[in-house]
């Protein structure tokens, strides 16, 4: 693994999965502020996901990469088939014709039908009838504190922050050898075909450093993301999870020590066999809940839900005010500046 200086802050976001909707305003957000450029088409730095899932790219989580007992695991490089790309549009069909289409139909750059793409499983569910289940999952760049991505480049071009931890890319030293998506065990990195560099979440920084929160944070409407700084002990960030425990981070067997966290999802009972609810069962099987978030899943489970009581009767509840977020701004610990109101350079 790397053995690189800590840095002096790390920067961190928590991710509450009972309140995502699905509805890919983060990604949308994204995609306008940072993925407009050549060879950006197809690039969705934060995606939601449906899971259980076959993810963007496909199978993203099986590729291989990250760590397994401190020692590298090899990964595969996902091709275009597996990312989807940027689909044409038979907008000629539709329009040109007498009748038309009844649809717009996808093409690929080669004229064939699309067999994957961005969200191609969305809300399409797992388990058996009844207990069928599925929940939404933001997905970006993590900023490992254990980075495979900065291990695995041979030219230092990745690299984690002094100040903050956030983990960027100097394109002017990518040479494109995509090593660091082979590493990626999440798969969150990019390659620019037109501009033959690695590309990637940047966590906002630059609005960051004019105090003003990530895109995807001030446009969720669902107000389930939380940023802040993971060492300061007042943070909102820091209780969830180091005090309350209860945001886990995902994957915990990649061994990258992620610093993107969730509040798992609380899942709908699952019916016996008599067809009433078993409150003492989920949906979905506590194996997959703890290949997701680790063992400390159902500790986090039974933290909010003895909070929730509390709540219910009355006697007040620190981490339900804050994981119900009633004023949004509180989500933004620092970075709370109106990105509106910040001082333009005159022109001319």
């Known amino acids: 693994m790397t053995a690189e200086r800590a840095p002096a802050r790390q920067f961190a976001m928590v991710l509450d999965l009972n309140k ?20 950006t088409e197809p690039m969705w730095w934060n995606i939601v996901s449906t899971i259980p ?14 760590y397994r007992d401190g020692r590298p695991v090899p990964g595969e490089l996902p091709g275009k088939r597996e990312w989807g790309e940027a689909w044409e549009f038979d907008h000629g069909d539709v329009f040109g014709s007498t009748y038309g289409s009844s649809h717009l139909g996808p093409r690929e750059h080669d004229g064939g039908a699309p067999r994957w793409g961005p969200n191609w499983d969305e809300d399409m569910g797992g388990g058996e009838y009844p207990d069928s289940h599925f929940f939404y999952l933001p997905l970006l760049c993590m900023n490992c504190s254990e980075p495979a991505c900065v291990e695995a480049c041979p030219r230092d071009t990745i690299y984690r922050r002094e100040e903050d931890g956030i983990v960027l890319v100097d394109e002017d030293r990518c040479h494109g050898y ?36 990530p895109a995807c944070v001030r446009q969720c409407p669902g107000r389930l993301r939380h940023v802040g700084y993971l060492d300061d002990p007042d943070s909102t960030i820091h209780k969830l999870v180091h005090v309350w425990k209860v945001a886990l981070p995902l994957r915990p067997d990649f061994e990258v020590l992620p610093n993107v966290f969730y509040v798992p999802p609380t899942l ?21 809940l ?9 500790e986090a489970y039974a933290t909010i839900e003895r909070e ?9 509840s620190e981490l339900m005010d804050v994981l119900i977020a009633r004023d949004w701004n509180d989500l933004l610990g620092p970075f709370t500046a109106d990105p509106g109101e910040l001082r333009r350079p005159p022109r001319g």
């Open 20 to 39: 995502c909707l699905g509805c890919q305003t983060c990604s949308v957000a994204c995609k306008t502020q940072w993925t407009r450029g050549p060879g």
């Open 53 to 66: 899932g076959r993810g963007t790219p496909r199978d993203a989580f099986e590729l291989g990469g990250g």
């Open 290 to 298: 703890e290949q997701l978030f680790g063992a400390g899943v159902h």
């Open 268 to 288: 709908p009972t699952a019916f016996d066999e008599h067809g009433e609810f078993d409150e003492g069962a989920s949906r979905m099987p506590a194996a997959q």
């Open 178 to 213: 995509r090593f660091c998506v082979e590493a990626c065990p999440y798969k969150r990195i990019y390659f620019n075909e037109q501009r033959v560099v690695a590309q990637k979440c940047i966590s906002c920084f630059p609005r960051l450093e004019e105090g003003v929160a």
């Open 308 to 316: 929730r009581a509390r709540a219910r009767a009355g006697q007040g």
